[in-house]
């Protein structure tokens, strides 16, 4: 697998700290397309798209937040998003 690039995320429209840090890190763009990858396992397995969504929108906010305190804080933040869309695939719908 290539090395994430900063290009792989929509940079040209970053919106908000969260976005921005995310540009400028290698590793936080690779997060992202992990957590993308998860992200559709888990509409896969039947997980609700609102129940998705929401969560994602939830985690979101979450991500501003860590963002303005350190790129580790947003690194964490995207795993522990990324093991739970796993668990949730694993486990289906509730």
Do not use: T
């Not at 919106?15 to 397309?33: I, K, S, T, Y």
């Not at 979101?60 to 305190?69: I, N, Q």
Request: charge should be negative; hydrophobic fraction near 40%.
């Amino acid at each position: 697998m290539a090395p994430a690039r900063a290009d792989d995320f929509p940079c040209a429209d970053a919106r908000g700290v969260g976005e921005q840090l995310v540009c400028g890190d290698p590793q936080l763009v690779a997060a992202d397309r992990r957590m993308a990858r998860a992200y559709s396992r888990a509409q896969r397995a039947g997980v609700p798209r609102e129940v998705l969504r929401d969560e994602q929108g939830d985690w979101l906010a979450l991500r501003e937040d860590a963002a303005r305190r350190s790129p580790q804080a947003v690194a964490d933040l995207y795993e522990q998003r990324i093991d739970d869309l796993n668990a949730q695939a694993q486990d289906g719908p509730d």
